[in-house]
């Protein structure tokens, strides 16, 4: 089934621990980096030298491109491109996707090639510094992983407010926010092609002893926050918008809450660890309770729309929860920023400098009561319940590419096919 080898955190320092990562609008993973493998004497004996001689060129392009992108990826003050000829994130991206094709030359109809080649990565939210497998499709799912998380990393980038030239607030542009949309919709094809297609290839052993950075629940919840950050931006534009309704806005902001809600149920009883692991979990629990503060704030607006006193009651209930959220919101930002390795919330802006003026204010509004009678249980308990709405944001419809065609002059020499009896070790 492949060779698992994981070494613990004492035994190596590759581990990539930044003490601070700067402004963050997006939650972007550790990077898991690539070590280098001797294609050569792994597969010598069975593919011809050009073939070989590829995949060490195209693999060690991405260990030397990934290693200098490593310590800086999640850094936001970071110029586009290194001196002397450094790399980029677009130019990382475009290796992987090179080096793909013919990376699927070794699973292609279940070749026993798969097996041949121990791969090995660097963990960041693994209490294992880094993980060996001798199977293809690992290495598969780890450029896939790094693909999302290098887009992520590009949305960041995109989504920190800068200052206009005259001088105004700082602001994230149109353009950058709906270019932001669609990079979010193409992270989260290529984690849903993870899940689906790639997972279900790799033995139940292997699945078991993945990285938890390789988690399949890790992988659904990066995914669906992924997507739950695209209707935050859907959001912030519509709020923006003179023609959206408050059913349009509450329709996001419900979306939302479900899309940050399945992401925290899929981490929630996973062991993530060092630093990363934790501030993950940190992040969304965080991004969970800020939605529902702005679902809570939309549902009761309209609630106050109707002219019972009953509407008007739940009105005040709503619009009393979505404060509470709020304010619970803000802690567990400072509780992420916190987190090791530390971060900076950037100046707000969008969904969110919209509602941390007016949630304040129209909660003290309606709110004709004395507030001091009411316990945060008591107004968890009144709350309205939301309206359930289906997801309408999806991922791109990623699909793994074909092999490359340089395999299709490939004589594999010695057995093709067949599943490995005697690699498991460790």
């Not at 989504?159 to 700082?170: A, I, M, V, Y």
Request: with cysteine; glycine share 6%.
């Amino acid at each position: 089934m492949g060779c698992i080898l994981s070494s613990p955190n004492d035994s190596g320092g590759n581990r990539r621990k930044p003490g601070s990562i700067g402004d963050v609008s997006v939650y972007v993973p550790g990077l898991r980096i690539p070590k280098p493998v001797d294609f050569a004497q792994s597969l010598g004996d069975y593919l011809s030298k050009s073939t070989v001689e590829r995949l060490s060129a195209l693999r060690t392009r991405i260990v030397v491109m990934a290693g200098q992108e490593g310590p800086t990826v999640t850094r936001t003050k970071r110029k586009s491109a290194t001196q002397h000829g450094g790399s980029t994130l677009a130019d990382l991206l475009q290796a992987l996707e090179d080096y793909l094709p013919v990376l699927l030359g070794l699973v292609d109809d279940g070749s026993n090639l798969q097996y041949k080649v121990q791969f090995i990565w660097v963990n960041q939210e693994d209490e294992a510094e880094e993980t060996a497998m001798s199977n293809a499709w690992y290495e598969v799912l780890s450029v896939l992983h790094l693909m999302a998380t290098l887009l992520l990393s590009q949305a960041n980038l995109l989504l920190l407010p800068r200052t206009s030239n005259d001088g105004s607030q700082p602001k994230v542009s149109e353009e950058n926010r709906r270019a932001s949309v669609d990079i979010f919709l193409k992270s989260a094809g290529y984690l849903d092609c993870a899940v689906r297609h790639v997972l279900p290839q790799l033995p139940a052993e292997i699945r078991r002893n993945l990285p938890v950075d390789l988690a399949e629940g890790v992988l659904r919840a990066l995914c669906l926050q992924t997507l739950g950050q695209g209707v935050d931006i859907q959001l912030g534009m519509a709020i923006d918008s003179t023609k959206a309704t408050l059913a349009v806005k509450r329709r996001l902001a419900c979306e939302m809450v479900k899309y940050w809600q399945q992401a925290q149920d899929n981490i929630t009883n996973l062991p993530l660890a060092n630093g990363w692991g934790e501030k993950h979990r940190l992040y969304v629990k965080w991004k969970y309770i800020e939605s529902k503060a702005a679902a809570y704030y939309y549902h009761g607006l309209i609630l106050d729309e109707g002219n019972t006193e009953k509407s008007h009651g739940m009105a005040v209930a709503a619009l009393q929860a979505a404060d509470e959220y709020f304010k619970e919101s803000k802690k567990l930002c400072e509780a992420f920023n916190a987190a090791a390795p530390l971060s900076r919330n950037p100046p707000l802006w969008g969904t969110m400098k919209y509602l941390s003026e007016k949630i304040p204010k129209d909660t003290s509004s309606k709110v004709r009561i004395n507030r001091d009678l009411y316990t945060y249980e008591r107004i968890m308990e009144t709350a309205p319940t939301l309206p359930d709405f289906a997801l309408a944001l999806k991922p791109d419809d990623y699909q793994l590419p074909q092999v490359s065609p340089s395999w299709r002059t490939e004589n594999v020499k010695g057995g093709q096919t067949g599943s490995p009896n005697n690699n498991l070790k460790g």
